[in-house]
Nanobody
């Protein structure tokens, strides 16, 4: 699976952005997708994940109510709608995928994810 992330940019605090992660190379089905982010000088952190059918999601507390993840299994694309953005949301955002149809646990560390996009920069000015 090849992942291509896009949609990052510069936005003022309180603004919105939508990131996209387009997958190619294999069937989209069966893969849990997630977004991670990494700010300068900090470790990569989990943001949100969505189950392979899209019916379940899991958010990091700091983005709950502001970010929404969704997926279109026809277009093989995962989206991250971000609103009420804060300067602390500034980071390089990565999409990632792991094959998991069980949905028994949420993978909130980077280790289980096999496929990664190249990252898209989100900068929120104050």
């Amino acid at each position: 699976v090849q992942l291509q992330a896009s949609g990052g940019g510069l936005v003022q605090a309180g603004g919105s952005l939508e990131l996209s992660c387009a997958a190619s190379g294999r069937t989209f089905s069966g893969y849990t997708f997630a977004w991670f982010r990494q700010a300068p000088g900090k470790e990569r952190e989990f943001v949100v994940a969505i189950s392979w059918r899209g019916g379940r999601t899991y958010y990091q507390d700091s983005v709950k109510g502001r970010f929404t993840i969704s997926r279109d299994n026809v277009k093989n694309t995962v989206y991250l709608q971000m609103s009420s953005l804060k300067p602390e949301d500034t980071a390089l955002y990565y999409c990632a995928a792991v094959f998991d149809r069980t949905g028994l646990v949420w993978h909130t560390t980077s280790g289980p994810y096999v496929y990664w996009g190249q990252g898209t920069q989100v900068t929120v000015s104050s």
